[in-house]
């Protein structure tokens, strides 16, 4: 995921372990923001998650794979994914799409696999987990 992260804008605002697009003129305010701009991702557990909005955006850098209805629940639900219906033979890791062309998450190709590394999914079981414990 660092490659991912390489990508984020230079002039990204960093709070805590959240990274954000905010306008350059808002930082020198100093405020005490706990979100500002749109958000890009954040550090997790020593891996980066980024968001929806920066794969959209960087998305041209990668491969692609598109999901039928049934692969993009299993996907959403971070299983492995071994049937695709159109796979850009492009890159290790690979966005990865539904059949309406909406970005689901990220997967890294491992020959005939595609094996989740972000998806829609991750921020609901992340939020399920904070109530659990």
Not at 34 to 45: K, M, N, R, S, V
Not at 84 to 94: A, E, F, I, Q, R
Request: net charge positive; proline share 3%; glycine share 4%.
């Amino acid at each position: 995921m660092h490659r991912i992260k390489a990508l984020l804008p230079k002039d990204n605002l960093k709070i805590k372990n959240k990274y954000f697009e905010f306008p350059n003129s808002f930082k020198q305010l100093n405020l005490d923001l706990t979100y500002a701009g749109i958000f890009l991702g954040e550090d997790f557990q020593d891996k980066f998650k980024p968001s929806l909005y920066f794969l959209e955006s960087v998305k041209d850098k990668f491969g692609e794979i598109i999901l039928n209805k049934k692969n993009s629940w299993l996907f959403t639900c971070n299983r492995i994914i071994t049937d695709v219906v159109k796979d850009s033979k492009t890159g290790y890791l690979v966005i990865v799409k539904n059949a309406y062309n909406e970005v689901l998450g990220i997967a890294k190709r491992s020959h005939n696999k595609f094996i989740p590394i972000y998806d829609v999914g991750f921020m609901l079981r992340k939020e399920i987990n904070k109530f659990e414990n």
